[in-house]
């Protein structure tokens, strides 16, 4: 699988390159019957030396496990096409996005004549059309967290593909710097710029996540978790998904408002930063040293950490930054409440949010329109969301209070997560109710 040209890389002792890659998996209408991460070819990569030895030490993987490359390299290399997830019904196209979003009868938004029992302080439901199909949300009890709070407006740092100007977002979400170095990877013609607009097919990745977080309840689309949010968009993620670890490390830091040579500060440091991407390198056997370095630096400045398990249905104690100390891992779950297929697990996870499964994704929108998504980039965010509630109802909340609380209030897996009990999801599902309620009983 395309974990295989990574890790070969890191076995034939290329230690000083690091890639990530996103958390997500390939859509319904182009899912193999594995999930796949995507990956770049060998030449995506830059040093020669790393071309070389990525052409020696592939290991070919079953064609089951493979999306198809392009049928020949070109240049300018033309991005993977490991998931293409935009539903098939939906064009991937800016110009449609609006338009493409199932329009709510304007009759339906008038007040309905035998309204839902509600006690004065449970907040009505949002009226965006695709809120009842979030069925996620439910899952994670989120209508129970906005019965403690509204939201606040905390600001998550999403470091990601880069800034779409998404309307879910309007007024809130900030254009934070791009920190892709590669002119070439970064397909914008320069390396780091102030500029971190989202550049080739996986734009739709931050912005999505972004949206889990933070989404208007305004009548349109999706309902993001905490509606005032404030986000940045860190650009880290170059055209072809990867990720280099230096500019990784630098996003992190300049997120939390620490110092980054060069680089202007932060005007709108972060108290959250979701990370929903993962290094693949190395044997995978722990969190890579610089990471952990600029994670511990961060957490100091009490910035919480959220970080996708990752989707290669394995331990997540080697992966990076889910297997690192200090950031809360999620896994991903299912609709039926179980870990899904995909799901890295471990005693690394703290605790588990829906991520889907290929063919019965969450239900997310973009400028792209209505879209279906599955992976832990979809169940990371939803941890941040959550969390941007609970600290914007006690901004004094440190991460690893945060971490505690979501961990405590969790819902146990009746029977496991999995049918194997060493495949741990953590301490459980995420509730977001049960995690504000325990938050407001703390301040009495
Ligand atoms: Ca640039
Ligand atoms: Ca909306």
Redesign the pocket.
């Known amino acids: 699988m395309p974990l295989s040209l990574s890790s070969s890389l890191t076995r034939s002792g290329l230690t000083g390159w690091l890639t990530c890659t996103l958390l997500a998996l390939p859509s319904a209408s182009t899912a193999s019957a594995y999930p796949v991460i995507p990956a770049a070819p060998p030449h995506t990569l830059h040093s020669a030396a790393i071309k070389s030895a990525a052409a020696k030490k592939v290991v070919p993987a079953p064609l089951s496990e493979l999306t198809p490359l392009p049928p020949a390299p070109r240049r300018p290399a033309p991005p993977l096409v490991p998931f293409q997830t935009i539903s098939p019904t939906t064009p991937l196209t800016a110009q449609s996005g609006l338009t493409q979003m199932p329009a709510r009868p304007a009759a339906q938004l008038q007040p309905v004549q035998t309204p839902p029992v509600q006690t004065q302080s449970t907040p009505k439901p949002p009226v965006d059309p695709l809120y009842a199909q979030q069925w996620n949300l439910s899952a994670i009890n989120v209508a129970a967290g906005w019965a403690v709070t509204p939201g606040q407006a905390i600001t998550v740092a999403v470091l990601d593909t880069g800034y779409v100007d998404d309307p879910e977002l309007k007024g809130r979400l900030f254009n934070g710097y ?1 920190f ?1 170095s590669d002119p070439e990877r ?1 397909g ?1 013609g ?4 102030p500029d971190a607009s989202g550049v080739g097919e996986f734009v739709y990745h931050g912005e999505v996540v972004a949206n889990i977080i933070a989404a208007a309840h305004d009548g349109v689309g999706m309902a993001g978790i905490n509606p005032k949010a404030r986000v940045v968009a860190v650009r880290v993620v170059g055209q072809d998904g990867m990720i280099a670890p230096q500019d990784l490390i630098n996003g992190m830091r300049w997120a939390a408002g620490l110092k980054v040579a060069g680089v202007p500060a932060n005007p709108r440091p972060a108290r959250i930063i979701n990370l929903s991407l993962y290094a693949d390198f190395i044997a995978l056997t722990g969190c890579d040293t610089r990471i952990q370095a600029a994670i511990d630096e961060v957490v100091a400045r009490n910035v919480l950490i959220v970080a996708g398990a990752a989707n290669d249905r394995t331990d997540a104690a080697g992966y990076t930054p889910a297997g690192c100390r200090g950031v809360i891992t999620v896994a991903a779950t299912n609709r039926e409440g179980t870990r899904s297929s995909y799901s890295n697990f471990g005693a690394n996870v703290a605790l588990s949010a829906p991520g889907g499964e290929p063919g019965d994704g969450l239900v997310l929108s973009g400028l792209a329109g209505r879209q279906t998504r599955n992976g832990t980039s979809f169940s990371a965010p939803q941890v941040s969301g959550v969390a941007s509630l609970m600290i914007g109802l006690d901004p004094t909340l440190t991460p690893q209070q945060v971490t505690a609380l979501l961990r405590r209030t969790a819902r146990p897996f009746a029977s496991g997560c999995d049918p194997d009990s060493r495949k741990s999801c953590g301490a459980g599902l995420l509730d977001a109710g049960a995690a504000l309620k325990a938050v407001e009983a703390q301040q009495r």
């Open positions: 791009d892709v970064a914008d320069n390396g780091y710029d």
